[in-house]
């Protein structure tokens, strides 16, 4: 079992940035694959950053270059660091890890980003 404890997030103007951290209590290892996901309101859950280790991370297409996700395995912790937000970015923000291919959930934290 693993329990995810989600901070930071909240409301900026675009062209701001803002930071996430996740920290995972159970058993996380440093290949366990982690994330974040984000909902808009009437939309679907989608990836925003997945990280395995430095070497071996993936970021959606609309996020690619403004943000960066990285990791802390002596801290179990997993961070997401948001740069040149825009209002489309708004949406709860959900921490993800998937040790041996079952996913846990974050409770989420809300971004809002107004133009």
């Known amino acids: 079992q693993v329990q995810l404890v989600e901070s930071g997030g909240g409301l900026v103007q675009a062209g701001g940035s803002l930071s996430l951290s996740c920290k995972a209590f159970?058993?996380?290892?440093?290949?366990?694959?982690m994330g974040w996901y984000r909902q808009a309101p009437g939309k679907e859950r989608e990836l925003v950053a997945l990280i395995i280790s430095s070497r071996r991370t993936d970021y959606a297409d609309s996020v690619k270059g403004r943000f960066t996700i990285s990791r802390d395995n002596a801290k179990n912790t997993v961070y997401l660091q948001m740069n040149s937000l825009k209002p489309e970015d708004s949406a709860v923000y959900y921490c993800?890890?998937?040790?041996?291919?079952?996913?846990?959930w974050g409770k989420g934290t809300q971004v809002t980003v107004s133009s």
């Open positions: 159970g058993t996380i290892f440093s290949t366990t694959p």
């Open positions: 993800n890890v998937q040790p041996f291919g079952v996913n846990y």
